[in-house]
């Protein structure tokens, strides 16, 4: 995640800029009580945390740090994080929704399905149950849909969920990402689309890491 580094050649330089402008005219009490972030006055600090992971957002000049140290964080993450932040606001509706229902969804379909879906089906599809230890380390919780599901919790108030359905003679594998229907609430429809990566990525790198060390094979 430390590949992408903030600089003027940096194609998300103005996205982070401006993420960073709007941020540090936010009241900060007013953040953490809609969006469940702690707020430390002392040092002017958010900690927010991020599957199983914290992060550290200074304010007012948005500035992005992971809370146990070490390298720089992915600036795309760091985007979303801002862009949490200063968004609006919904309660959950407890409701599952495609991503082509959010808002403009079928604009970023096809991304979405390749980036954010394909590789969940081509990591979990002929090992689902891989799916809910992947989803385990990262702090989610087994959904109890398809052949194995998983909710992740990458902010506080979003939810989102990983099926898997292993495929059969009949039917090749498959999979879902489902967001709670208040999502459009909080952020726009093409940062699902990136953030749908992003938790891909992660349920990937932690299959893999479970491999590594306990040597499972399906």
């Not at 385990?136 to 989102?160: H, K, N, Q």
């Amino acid at each position: 995640m430390g590949e992408f580094i903030v600089h003027q050649n940096n194609p998300y330089s103005d996205a982070l800029t401006q993420s960073r402008q709007k941020f540090s005219q936010c009241l900060p009490q007013e953040v953490a009580r809609i969006k469940k972030v702690s707020w430390d006055a002392g040092p002017q600090v958010f900690t927010l945390p991020f599957l199983n992971e914290s992060y550290q957002i200074a304010y007012p000049s948005g500035h992005i740090n992971k809370e146990s140290g070490g390298e720089d964080v992915n600036v795309i993450l760091q985007i979303l994080i801002l862009h949490y932040l200063t968004g609006g606001y919904q309660p959950l509706k407890n409701q599952w929704i495609t991503f082509k229902e959010l808002p403009g969804g079928n604009i970023y379909l096809q991304p979405f399905l390749a980036r954010a879906v394909r590789p969940v089906v081509k990591a979990f599809g002929s090992c689902p149950r891989l799916l809910l230890d992947a989803g385990r380390t990262l702090g989610g919780r087994p959904l109890g849909l398809g052949d194995a599901s998983v909710v992740l919790y990458p902010f506080p108030e979003i939810p989102v969920a990983y099926i898997v359905w292993a495929g059969d003679e009949e039917f090749p594998p498959n999979a879902t990402v489902l967001f709670d229907a208040s999502a459009s609430g909080f952020m726009p429809t093409e940062d699902y689309a990136v953030l749908g990566e992003i938790l891909a990525g992660y349920l990937k790198r932690a299959a893999a890491s479970i491999a590594k060390k306990d040597g499972q094979e399906c």
